[in-house]
C-alpha cells in the first residue's frame, strides 16, 4: 500500500516583493506629501535627510532623478513664477497634481480599510423589506402591484402543478408567488474635523490621522457607495465647508474649538439632502471653547468646560435628533471631564461616542459607517 500524500501547510523565508527605486521612494514620499499637508519642498527635504540617514539611494538613482520621475509621470506640475523667476531644481515651483491627490485617497483607504473591492451602489441593507433591490430569500404572495421581474417562476410553476395537476396545467394570480427584497438605503454623511490649535499640541499629530480617513472615507463612498454622498467640514474659530480635492492640503489653524459653529453647518448641509438616513461623524480632540454671538462677536474661554458654551452645545445636539440626525463623536483625547461632557452631550442626540486613540481611529469609523442602520426608509 503506497503511502498518501500528507496534506499541511508548507512555510517559507519572506521575500519582499520586488520594488524598482522609484516605488520604494514613492511610497515614503506619499506619507511625506500627507504629514506636509501638500508642501512638495518640505516633502523633499524630509526625503533627503531620511536618505542621508538610510541611504535609500545610490549613485544609480538620486532623489534629483526621483523628482524627474514625479515630474514625468505626472505626480507633480512645475509651478511658473509670476514675478519671472522659474523653478530652480527641487527647491520651488512644484506641486503635486490631481492625479496624485487621488492616489492619497486610495492609499489612505487601502491603509485605513484594506483593498476594498468596487461594488455596486446603495449598499446600506436596511431593516425594511418591501420592494428593494437585493433578494432575502423568503417567498410570499403574490400581491397588486409587485413587479413581474420578483416573480419566482420555478415557485410559482410547482404551485400551479400542485393546484391543478399535470393534465390541465393552468397557472392563476393565486400561484404567484414573489420573492421578498431588502432596500438599500443612500447614506448622507457629513464629516465634522476639528482644526483647533491642540489638534497638534503636546507633540502630537493627531490633524494627520484625520486627514487620512476624510481621504479614505470619501474614496470609500465614491467607488463602493457611489449614491451616498460625504461632505468635509472644518471647524476652529468658525466653520467652513472644503473640497474633497482639499483634504491633502488641511493644516490646523491657530483657532479654538466652535463645535456650535460646526454642527450648526453641518445640519445646514444635511437639511438639503433627500436621503432619509442622514448622520454626522464629528472628530475632535478638545472642549468646546468658542461661540458666535446674536451681534456677532466672539465668546472663548479655554479655561474648563464653560457652561454657556456647553449649554449651546447641548441644545445643537437636541436640534440634530428632532431632525433625526443621529451624531458620531469620535473622541480623541482621555481626559476625564471632556469624556463626562461628550457622555451628556450623546446623551442629548442619542448618538453615539467613541473614545479612542489615534491608531483605531479609521477602523472605528469605517465600522460606524457600514453598521450605522438607524433609521427605516420610509
Not at 474633497?244 to 448641509?269: F, S
Amino acid at each position: 500500500m503506497k503511502d498518501k500524500k500528507r496534506n499541511g501547510f508548507v512555510f517559507t523565508t519572506f521575500k519582499e516583493p520586488e520594488q524598482t527605486p522609484f516605488e520604494k521612494l514613492f511610497e515614503i514620499f506619499k506619507e511625506l506629501i500627507t504629514h506636509t499637508s501638500g508642501d512638495f519642498d518640505e516633502a523633499i527635504d524630509w526625503l533627503r535627510e531620511l536618505d542621508q540617514e538610510y541611504q535609500l539611494t545610490d549613485a544609480n538613482y538620486t532623489i534629483d532623478d526621483f523628482i524627474e520621475d514625479l515630474k514625468r509621470k505626472g505626480y507633480i506640475r512645475e509651478e511658473i513664477d509670476p514675478n519671472g523667476g522659474g523653478s530652480s531644481g527641487d527647491k520651488g515651483g512644484y506641486s503635486i497634481t490631481a492625479k496624485t491627490e487621488q492616489l492619497l485617497r486610495k492609499h489612505a483607504l487601502e491603509q485605513i480599510f484594506g483593498k476594498l473591492k468596487k461594488s455596486g451602489s446603495g449598499n446600506h441593507r436596511s431593516k425594511h423589506i418591501g420592494q428593494g433591490d437585493e433578494l432575502t430569500g423568503n417567498l410570499r404572495e403574490y400581491r397588486f402591484g409587485d413587479a413581474l421581474e420578483k416573480v419566482n417562476i420555478s415557485e410559482s410553476i410547482r404551485n400551479a402543478q400542485r393546484h391543478h395537476g399535470f393534465d390541465s396545467f393552468a397557472m392563476g394570480e393565486d400561484d404567484l408567488v414573489v420573492e421578498e427584497t431588502h432596500h438599500k438605503a443612500q447614506m448622507s454623511t457629513v464629516l465634522m474635523i476639528d482644526i483647533s490649535h491642540s489638534m497638534i499640541l503636546y507633540g502630537e499629530d493627531r490633524i494627520t490621522p484625520a486627514k487620512k480617513v476624510a481621504m479614505a472615507l470619501s474614496e470609500l463612498i465614491t467607488t463602493r457607495y457611489p449614491k451616498d454622498s460625504l461632505e468635509v467640514l472644518v471647524f476652529g474659530n468658525d466653520a467652513w465647508p472644503i473640497q474633497i480635492k482639499d483634504l491633502p492640503y488641511l493644516k490646523v489653524g491657530p483657532y479654538h474649538t466652535n463645535t456650535v459653529a460646526g454642527l450648526q453647518l453641518a445640519m445646514d448641509m444635511l437639511r438639503r439632502k433627500r436621503n432619509t438616513n442622514r448622520q454626522i461623524f464629528m472628530i475632535t480632540d478638545g472642549k468646546p471653547s468658542c461661540v458666535r454671538k446674536p451681534n456677532g462677536d466672539y465668546y472663548m474661554n479655554s479655561v474648563g468646560l464653560d457652561q454657556y458654551i456647553v449649554d449651546r452645545c447641548y441644545t445643537m445636539a437636541r436640534q440634530a435628533r428632532k431632525l433625526q440626525i443621529p451624531i458620531t463623536t469620535f473622541m480623541i483625547a482621555q481626559d476625564p471631564y471632556l469624556m463626562q461632557f461628550v457622555r451628556h452631550f450623546t446623551e442629548a442626540n442619542k448618538g453615539k461616542a467613541f473614545f479612542t486613540g489615534l491608531s483605531g481611529l479609521g477602523e472605528m469609523i469605517f465600522e460606524d459607517y457600514e453598521t450605522n442602520r438607524k433609521r427605516k426608509i420610509r
